[in-house]
């Protein structure tokens, strides 16, 4: 499967936000995500980077 | 492997931007992206959607 962790980097860390992320959409400033098992979570924020072959989705506060 | 092809959604098509994308980072209002080969681009606009599970990213211009 093909789908990646999100994490909030804060202060030097980061927090896992959501698992097997699938979507993901920037909405209105904030950013949409949604994962394998129908669960949805809207952060308030922005992508700081994202690595595919890590699994792995960087968010972070403005 | 978890890679991503990038498309350009335009005038309701998507045109394949770069292939195997493996990471990507918004960057002073441009999207650099990066594919597992090396292959570097700068996109001056914004991601649209991204579904991992498609291993689609759509990019549009603002």
Redesign the interface.
Known sequence: ????NAYIYENGKENLYLES??????EEGKIYLRN?FGEQKIFDG????????H?KIVLTKR
Chains 1, 2 share one sequence.
Request: charged share 30%; net charge negative.
């Open positions: 499967m093909c789908e990646a992320v699938d979507i993901m959409r920037p394998l922005e992508i700081k980077e994202i690595s595919l072959l699994h």
